[in-house]
């Protein structure tokens, strides 16, 4: 009797502890741990707009966590503000077998300012969990409630949220009412997503997606990755409402809302911009005149509070404190434009300098597809100008790689339209190093060399005039991280803004650089600009790769060599062509042999490839970097 | 601590301006403005033309005495670089019921336009509070229409009711000082000592004056109110801190903490005695700090624990006779059982028994645990508070001078370290975040001693190759390596949790074009093991065929390449965290038809103070090479002086290793 009632009490506590066996490991299909780090088990958003100011968002997510890296993919946590309230959130952990561990109820989220570096103030926090895993594998269920007036920003789904994660089942809902009405548009899908979709009720599932593997130059994610965007017809913003559709009729709302009160200035202000331009005739020299001053007297500070999160501080006040973000200074900058009678335009952008992205020309929503606001100035009868205006030092009309090359939303009065914004390409991105240095006969080198930058080369370099003597040093020195003892004697910048050209003269010096080897001295011609990478050898590529920059450098390099010492042996000349670029040395014996003139070029050009063509990509910078490193070997005279 | 001292020895010496002038509020100087670098340091992108800050004892019959402190200061900004110190952030304390708050805030900037000194004014709505946390909230502000040759001004009031602490006080900053004037005035009840750290020497002003509360009390006495009024006098000891030209604190790599080495003065209070009332003594030395510490429930209390481990106990040391089998199996099993939260802290965070109950828990929850349940079979063993490298070296006694703590044993005449909070460690292999100088060894009584947590036993990586080399150039064989205590631990951290691929993928691609196949490795998570990997190796074109000559630096790709040393001098100590060796056996078949024309020359170098050395020997036989390259750091901290020293003795390394033997055809 005493063995039935223990057994008893024993099951009893067994089922005290809720135990959910969908949750095991052991029911995860083997499939899905193949590559990944935590498998979703579930991944679960309802969204509901039951009117044009209201929005609810309701998120399940249950993840198995697999190991110390599958941490990150959990995603316990939620976002708010002033406008934005989060509730019901709540976590719990179960263990392998499906038995619950822990319990991490709403007051022991963690709350914290959801502030970056660069902002002085913003009122965006965050509650997330913080859990210290006991064993491998757990599962976390993490559900939250969020609630808003504003409905004009409904979150991309994602099927898959990430590399090395993968997916049991996920299901992205959302109901909205007729007089809101949705718009909805699929990247990427592939026959496991499935759409059940009803008048009212957007609706799809999708299940057992396997994890994807990070390879190296792998495009964009969400260029592969299944996603859908969603944005309402009709939205509200702080009070405004305004609806999609298309490009005109958001940017008209935009403009009319948002910016169209924004530009007034104090009277000196104003005289003083007049005073600035007059005698200037040519329109390009005004607008040239203004960003200049712009950059001369204001500096960026970023402050996000409400709706400021979109609508630019008011141009009187970015005059009065001289700072801003990038959409007080865009807008700072288009009035005062505006009062030497240019009309220029505030334009929204996804600005990045990797993982270059697009706003979706085919599909108008509201601003979910940006993140920056540069200024667009028409010139009649030219090419428009564009300006960055939260930076003091960037060359006039110069986007360089944070926003080049993209669709951007430009917002006139008459609305809003998708322009292009200029591209750097290939040959546009320059670099020229020339070089006459000297080789004595303990191996050591002393030399002058010249490099001048284009482009986004320029972009890479430019900003060193600007750092300290200390950091100058400290950034040749890794520049130049293949000569050992390095010592610069010498530098010299010129930056040519108007041409967008950045000169460098150095002069240097660095012992023991070449290796002594009996009566032999070895060194590596290209001292330089030694370009030796190789991307990483896969044993199974899977993604296709895409070389997102493509850029020309060419070399110029007299060497002079010791007195008491003859040219033994020096490198081939060499041409290699590909799909993927073009690389060329050449060298030639001068001055009696006492010198040799070393030439080279290397082209690599942008594009996607696919996968089948990694390996011989692979093999083409394996190639050049076998070449940068053929040596000179001399050999003394006796 | 007299170590610590000496290593960080040298003066600074800084101008003292011993009378103090009148730098009025608001009268910034067109040469102030105009100046455009500052002719002491020129690369300095703003400087602090004035500083003062002054800290007063205020009393108030309700609550007491609070602290206000009076912060000035006047900057001048030279260019964009410098822009950042236009923008001012106070941390401001909570506790439950009382927090510290500014009051009188007044900025303005300074610009020349035309000639003539423009002034902008702060407004009060640019200025923004946030609740960082549930400890301190931040008041922040940047300053308007700052630009290249901007002064800034500004003045505000912290009011702290933490009368029994005040902040550490920095007296220099990233950006050098033209002139400071400090002054703490505290009141005869408050005693606080001053402790000065960092590479500056500061001479304090001290002298005293009198003051005095005065108590008013209220009587009623048939509808009629009386006051009485009551003085106090009482001595307030001021100390000055008047300096000019103080030099910006500059960064050098290779240090833990630029903090230990910042000037400042921290002040720390020993007693306080109100009239009438007893003493009441805070921390003064070492030994009062710890035992302050260890009569905390949250520290003394936690060892003092027995019952939740009691059973468990039974069974985990079962199978152990001898005191080191016993504290091997415990050690184990806490470091397995528990998982660390990521929190610092000398004082349980959960407390023990939670802890264990939930196998989670802080630094101090799992080391506590571990002292009790040694301590429990019969082991000598006591807590050890130490400071994390990232908190800095405690150099006076504070009680925020700890941060974490650490398990010690005594067994016979050992001494055996431990931390059971990571899962890589072993007894005397701590974590690396706690090997910062000297800990407190804290014993049953509460009394205390300085430890070394330095650990001064040699961390192997050894390998082994034997390798044929063909005639294009590339290379295939075998290769073997071990990595003992750190190297290990080193390993075990970075490689834990990857997968086998990913790790082979890895160490292909940082060793371009290797490939490796048959690999194997054992006891990587044995702990108490070093670790051996075994792999077939080949890789292309590691060596320069020239002509009818075949050119190679023996150690391949294991050849050092760059000086990490890379700047003209230095200040501060190197901090390589543990002592370490790296050798290398390599046996290299040269490729059939060729004969070894020359080799390197074998050498030995030694560092001073027998800190490091370099063996390099080569032989040649037949077609036959064999090398042997031996490094070693024997300490896990150089002082500054050794600085060119140890970057010429990597020079010399570096050269040797990558000079060339040559073959040529036959």
């Known amino acids: 009797m005493r063995l039935f009632f223990i057994i008893c009490l024993a099951l009893c506590l067994q089922n005290a502890k809720a135990q959910d066996f969908h949750y095991s490991y052991n029911s995860i299909d083997a499939t899905l741990i193949e590559n990944a780090d935590a498998v979703v088990r579930l991944d679960e958003m309802f969204v509901e707009i039951p009117a044009v100011d209201q929005i609810i968002v309701k998120n399940k997510r249950v993840v198995t966590v697999l190991n110390k890296k599958g941490d990150k993919h959990i995603h316990a946590r939620a976002w708010y503000n002033e406008g934005r309230k989060v509730k019901n959130i709540q976590a719990i952990i179960y263990n392998a077998e499906g038995v619950e561990i822990d319990k991490v109820k709403e007051k022991d989220f963690k709350d914290v300012s959801a502030v970056s570096g660069g902002t002085l103030y913003s009122d965006s926090r965050v509650k997330y969990m913080e859990y210290t895993p006991t064993q491998y594998p757990y599962t976390v269920v993490f559900t939250s409630e969020i609630m808003s007036k504003n409905t004009g920003f409904v979150p991309s789904w994602y099927f898959i949220d990430g590399y090395r994660v993968s997916v049991e089942k996920s299901v992205f809902r959302v109901t909205y009412d007729g007089s809101v009405g949705i718009l909805n548009k699929e990247y990427n899908f592939n026959e496991k997503i499935i759409n059940k979709s009803k008048e009212g009720d957007l609706s799809y599932v999708a299940e057992n997606l396997k994890a994807i593997k990070y390879e190296r130059l792998s495009p964009n994610s969400r260029n592969f990755f299944p996603r859908l965007m969603v944005a309402p017809k009709n939205f509200n913003y702080e009070g405004y409402i305004g609806n999609t559709g298309d490009w005109r009729t958001i940017g008209k709302w935009m403009y009319d809302e948002l910016l169209e009160n924004r530009v007034e200035l104090s009277e000196s202000t104003k005289k003083k911009v007049k005073k600035m331009v007059s005698g200037v005739d040519d329109v390009k020299e005004k607008v040239k005149i203004i960003y200049k001053y712009v950059q001369d007297n204001t500096r960026y500070i970023s402050v996000q509070e409400g709706i400021g999160g979109i609508q630019p ?209 070895l060194f590596v011609v290209n001292a330089f600009n030694k370009n030796t990478s190789v991307p990483d050898r896969y044993r199974n590529r899977k993604l296709p790769f895409e070389i997102q920059r493509g850029y020309l450098d060419e070399d110029e390099f007299l060497v002079r060599i010791p007195e008491n010492y003859t040219i033994e042996s020096f490198p081939e000349s060499k041409d290699i062509e590909t799909n ?59 | 601590m007299n170590n610590s001292i000496k290593l960080l020895g040298f003066f600074l010496l800084v101008s003292y301006g011993l009378t103090a002038q009148n730098v009025k509020f608001g009268k910034v100087s067109k040469e102030e403005l105009l100046e455009t670098k500052y002719e002491k340091d020129t690369t300095a992108s703003a400087l602090v033309l004035y500083r003062n800050l002054s800290l007063n004892y205020n009393y108030s019959q309700n609550t007491g005495f609070d602290v206000v402190t009076n912060v000035r200061e006047r900057i001048k900004i030279y260019n964009k670089e410098g822009f950042r110190y236009a923008t001012i952030r106070e941390r401001l304390y909570k506790a439950s019921s009382e927090e510290e708050s500014i009051s009188g805030l007044k900025a303005y900037s300074y610009n020349i336009e035309n000639n003539e000194i423009v002034k902008s004014k702060l407004k009060g709505s640019d200025v923004f509070k946030e609740n960082v946390s549930k400890y301190y909230k931040e008041e922040k502000f940047t300053m308007p229409n700052v630009k290249e040759g901007t002064v800034i001004e500004y003045e505000y009031q912290i009011h702290s009711p933490f009368a029994y602490s005040i902040d550490e006080i920095f007296l220099q900053y990233d950006i050098p000082i033209k002139k400071q004037e400090i002054r703490i005035a505290t009141p005869e009840y408050f005693s606080f000592k001053p402790n000065m750290k960092g590479y500056l020497l500061v001479i304090p002003k001290q002298s005293r004056k009198s003051d005095k509360i005065i108590f008013k009390s209220k009587t009623r006495n048939n509808n009629v109110t009386s006051y009485d009024y009551n003085t106090q006098d009482y001595i307030v000891d001021v100390v000055e801190y008047n300096m000019n030209n103080v030099p910006a604190l500059k960064e050098e790599p290779f240090v833990n903490n630029m903090n230990n080495y910042r000037s ?44 939740y481990f009691k059973k468990p106990l039974v069974e985990i040391i079962k199978n152990a006779s001898s005191l080191e089998e016993k504290l091997g199996v415990i050690f184990f099993h806490v470091q397995g059982h528990m998982n660390w939260n990521k929190y610092y802290g000398k004082y349980a965070d959960l407390g023990v028994k939670k802890a264990y109950k939930e196998k989670t828990g802080s630094v101090a929850d799992i080391n506590l645990m571990l002292v009790a349940m040694l301590r429990e079979v019969g082991i000598d063993a006591n807590p050890v508070l130490v400071s994390t490298r990232s908190h800095g070296v405690p150099m006076f006694p504070t009680n925020e001078g700890f941060n974490y703590v650490i398990a010690a044993a005594k067994i016979g005449d050992n001494v055996i370290l431990m931390d059971a909070s990571n899962k890589y460690t072993k007894p005397n292999l701590l974590a690396t975040r706690a090997l910062n100088w000297f800990g407190r060894l804290v014993k049953k009584d509460g009394t205390s001693y300085a430890i070394s947590t330095f650990p001064k036993k040699l961390s192997r990586e050894i390998c082994m190759m034997q390798l044929n080399l063909n005639e294009n150039g590339d290379l295939e064989g075998k290769m073997r390596k071990t990595y003992t205590d750190y190297n290990a631990y080193v390993f075990r951290n970075k490689n834990g949790s990857t997968s086998e691929d990913d790790y082979l993928e890895n160490l292909e691609n940082e060793n371009n074009g290797m490939e490796i196949s048959n690999y194997e490795i054992e006891n990587k998570a044995f702990i108490g093991k070093p670790i051996m990997e075994k792999f077939d190796v080949s890789i292309e074109s590691q060596a320069d065929v020239i002509g009818d000559k075949i050119y190679f630096s023996p150690l391949f790709f294991n050849t050092k390449k760059e000086n990490p040393f890379k700047l003209e001098e230095r200040n501060y100590p190197i901090d390589f965290t543990f002592p370490w060796q790296e050798k290398y056996t390599v046996n290299i078949t040269i490729p059939d038809g060729y004969k070894v024309e020359s080799i390197p020359e074998s050498i030995k170098l030694g560092l001073e103070d027998n800190i490091g050395k370099f063996v390099y020997n080569i032989v040649a036989k037949g077609n036959q090479l064999q090398i042997v390259v031996d490094l070693k750091v024997n300490s896990a901290i150089i002082p500054a002086q050794n600085y060119l020293g140890i970057k010429e003795f990597y020079k010399k390394v570096i050269e040797k290793e990558t000079e060339k033997v040559v073959l040529s055809k036959i």
């Open chain 1, 313 to 521: 501080i008011k141009a009187i006040d970015v005059d009065r404190v001289k700072y801003g973000d990038c959409k007080g200074l865009t807008n700072y900058t288009k009035a005062l434009l505006q009062v030497a009678d240019i009309n220029a335009n505030y334009t929204r952008v996804y600005a990045s300098r990797n993982n270059q992205q697009d706003i979706d020309k085919n599909f108008p929503t509201f601003l979910g597809q940006t993140n920056h606001v540069i200024l667009n100035v028409p010139i009649e009868n030219e090419e428009d100008v564009w300006l960055e205006c939260t930076s003091q030092i960037m060359p006039f009309n110069f986007l360089g790689d944070f926003t080049d090359d993209r669709n951007v939303f430009v917002i006139t009065p008459e609305g809003g339209k998708i322009i292009k914004t200029p591209a750097y390409i290939n040959e546009d991105n320059y670099k020229k190093t020339e070089a006459v240095y000297t080789v004595n006969e303990r191996g050591d080198i002393s030399g002058d060399i010249i490099i001048t930058t284009k482009g986004i080369q320029y972009d890479d370099r430019f900003y060193l005039e600007e750092k300290k003597e200390e950091d100058i040093i400290k950034q040749y020195k890794d520049y130049w991280k293949g000569i050992n003892n390095l010592k610069l004697n010498k530098h010299e910048f010129s930056n040519d803004r108007d041409d967008v050209v950045f000169t460098e003269k150095v002069k240097l010096e660095a012992t023991s650089y070449g290796t002594l080897s009996g009566d032999r001295l």
């Open chain 2, 264 to 307: 400042s003065v921290n002040y720390e209070l020993q007693y306080v005695q109100f009239p009438r009332q007893t003493m009441e003594t805070y921390t003064t030395t070492w030994e009062s700090v710890v035992k302050k510490i260890y009569e905390s429930d949250n520290f003394g209390g936690q060892l003092k624990l027995t019952g």
């Open chain 1, 580 to 638: 993927y670029g073009k690389y060329s040395i050449s060298l030639e014996l001068q001055e009696g042999k006492k010198s040799i003139l070393y030439k080279r070029s290397l082209l690599i050009k942008k594009g996607m490839y696919p996968k089948e063509a990694y390996a011989d990509y692979r093999d083409f910078r394996k190639q050049v970097a076998r070449a940068e490193n053929s040596k000179i070997v001399l050999v003394k005279a006796k």
